[in-house]
């Protein structure tokens, strides 16, 4: 198992990974992983492991394979983050791309709270607040957007254009490209699909 599975290590994270029709079978085969290990000086730690299946057969979706690593059972999750990139068994980047909006909405009502009417910044501060907090969330994996549907880029285009109108002051019946114009922004989905 060990000799024929795919391994990525950063830092100290480390993902084993095993491409295979016969899933079950394979996963029987998991306890090599922890006598390569032990061979080799590396300390996995069970609580920061977990299994994770991606498939396209819809009868494997909820499959709770029962592994273990030092005697202890790993958690089997549906949505598992790494390297801050959080991966769904749809392959559509739908969870990440949702975590991704909801961090971004909170960082908006910073720049709301900066842009005051009398008093706020002017809108140059206001885009390049956005270009320094906001933006880096919304493109942050944004190289594999491209098996991401359309529905769920137009979430992250939501969030730029709040923030656009917020830069401009420009009310919601405004258009959408004239919002995004007066704000010097790029639509998002230009920088992913190129």
């Known amino acids: 198992m060990v ?19 016969d899933v079950i079978k394979k996963l029987r085969n998991m306890v090599a992983i922890q006598s390569f290990a032990e061979e080799h000086k590396l300390n996995f730690n069970p609580a920061k ?14 499959l709770q394979p029962k592994i273990y690593l030092k005697g202890n059972l790993l958690e089997t999750t549906k949505s598992p983050t790494y390297w801050g990139f959080t991966l769904d068994t749809e392959i559509n980047c739908g969870k990440h791309i949702a975590k991704l909006v909801e961090k971004g909405r909170k960082r908006l009502q910073l720049l709301k709270f900066i842009s005051g009417r009398d008093w706020g910044a002017n809108s140059g501060t206001l885009r390049m607040t956005y270009t320094a907090l906001i933006r880096p969330v919304l493109e942050y994996g944004y190289q594999v957007y491209q098996v991401a549907s359309q529905t769920n880029l137009n979430k992250l285009e939501r969030v730029q254009l709040s923030a656009a109108r917020i830069i401009t002051g420009l009310k919601s019946c405004c258009p959408k490209a004239i919002v995004l114009y007066e704000a010097d922004l790029q639509p998002l989905s230009m920088r992913i699909r190129t």
């Open 3 to 21: 000799s024929s599975c795919n391994i990525g290590l950063f830092a100290d994270d480390v993902v084993i990974w095993k491409n295979d029709k």
């Open 49 to 62: 492991s977990f299994t994770f299946i991606f498939t396209t057969n819809r009868h494997m979706f909820n």
